[in-house]
């Protein structure tokens, strides 16, 4: 009688061998939203605001980063970071889920919006650490220095658009010639014939139009900015970068005051190179400033005109936002970041009150935006 040894033989994996997670790896999400019924008499079924949209994929990036932190994110401590701060990381798909397809379908007042992405995880574990990571750890012993933020907002106070005609360029070729006629005249023996000449001229017309398009001029007005620097301010400080308003910084280091640079922003949407070196200078020149401020972050954040929205009733204004971030780097200025154009869009019920929440909506846009570009570069 034959006997038969069974070997078995167990290999134990790693728990996390089959999350294996890259940069190309795929998240599908779908989520429903509300699509909003308008008010007063709207007879048929609304389509979705470009709000209600940004909603659904905002939506559907958050969940899509729940598939990731389940499938890729398998280190306890990692977790237990993410829970710290989960509603701030939460908020900030926008800026390391990157959408590759999407897709919406409505049906009566629900939308639909499915969409497969991909996730930058080296991006996510540099905001889940508050940028701590690898490049800014050596750093870790020295005292961040401070930033220098100052917002100029501006809104659309007119809107000047001039439409030109269209400019024919006519062409013209003119030929001359001498045509000879002929009269004769006889008494019956004789022929006499007299030739006489006329001058003639031919005129070709031709040629080819330009077409200009529409021109527009914007008035621009200053906006109150007080708050909106306020609340920069505070989320830069809630994530580690300890502000300065920029009037006590003009006061105390002797840089151009408020009033200049909002004149110059109001026209020029820009510094002049002599109010900028002017800025830095004050910085490098005093010695206290030099040694506590080390950012410089302007930006301006433009409300265009509000306009009624067709489908929500609703005014609606757009909003642009624009900064660039200096870091000061043995007395010299180096742009470390350049933000924008970034569009965001918000409503309200009258023009007022849909500008100043797309001032807010700028503000905190514009601040974490500044706290992200920061942290991916481990500042």
Do not use: H
Not at 8 to 14: L, N, V
Not at 81 to 103: M, R, W
Not at 276 to 286: K, L, R, S, T
């Amino acid at each position: 009688m034959k006997k038969f040894i069974f070997l078995s033989i167990m290999i134990f994996f790693p728990l996390n061998a089959f999350a294996v997670c890259n940069a190309d790896t795929t998240f599908d999400a779908t989520v429903t939203v509300d699509i909003p019924k308008p008010k007063g008499f709207f007879s048929g079924t609304p389509k979705p605001s470009p709000d209600v949209i940004s909603e659904g994929i905002t939506k559907a990036k958050q969940s899509v980063l729940q598939k990731f932190i389940s499938k890729c994110v398998t280190e306890r401590n990692k977790l237990d970071q993410y829970l710290k701060v989960k509603e701030t990381i939460d908020s900030q798909t926008d800026s390391f889920v990157n959408v590759t397809k999407s897709k919406q379908d409505q049906k009566d007042l629900k939308l639909n919006v499915k969409v497969r992405a991909t996730v930058n995880g080296k991006l996510f574990e540099s905001l889940l650490y508050g940028g701590n990571n690898t490049a800014s750890s050596s750093n870790s012993g020295k005292k961040r220095k401070r930033m220098v933020s100052f917002f100029i907002a501006r809104k659309a106070e007119s809107t000047d658009t001039k439409v030109y005609d269209n400019k024919v360029a006519k062409i013209q070729k003119v030929e001359k010639g001498v045509a000879a006629e002929k009269n004769a005249t006889t008494d019956g023996t004789t022929t006499v014939v007299n030739k006489e000449a006329s001058a003639f001229k031919k005129t070709v017309t031709g040629g080819s139009t330009e077409i200009k398009q529409r021109s527009s001029e914007r008035a621009w007005v200053i906006m109150p900015s007080s708050d909106l620097n306020n609340n920069i301010a505070k989320t830069l400080s809630n994530n580690g970068f300890r502000g300065i308003r920029y009037p006590s910084f003009a006061k105390r280091c002797g840089a151009p005051p408020s009033d200049i640079i909002e004149e110059e922003f109001s026209t020029l949407d820009k510094l002049t190179d002599d109010t900028e070196a002017e800025i830095f200078d004050a910085i490098a020149e005093n010695d206290r400033c030099n040694k506590i401020i080390g950012f410089v972050a302007i930006g301006t954040i433009n409300v265009n005109t509000a306009l009624v929205d067709k489908v929500s009733g609703n005014f609606t204004v757009s909003a642009s936002i624009r900064v660039d971030i200096s870091q000061i780097i043995d007395g010299f200025p180096e742009v470390v970041a350049s933000i924008g154009p970034v569009q965001v869009r918000s409503q309200g019920l009258e023009d007022n009150e849909a500008e100043k929440n797309a001032l807010i909506k700028a503000g905190e846009k514009a601040a974490q935006e500044i706290v992200n570009s920061l942290k991916a570069q481990g500042i």
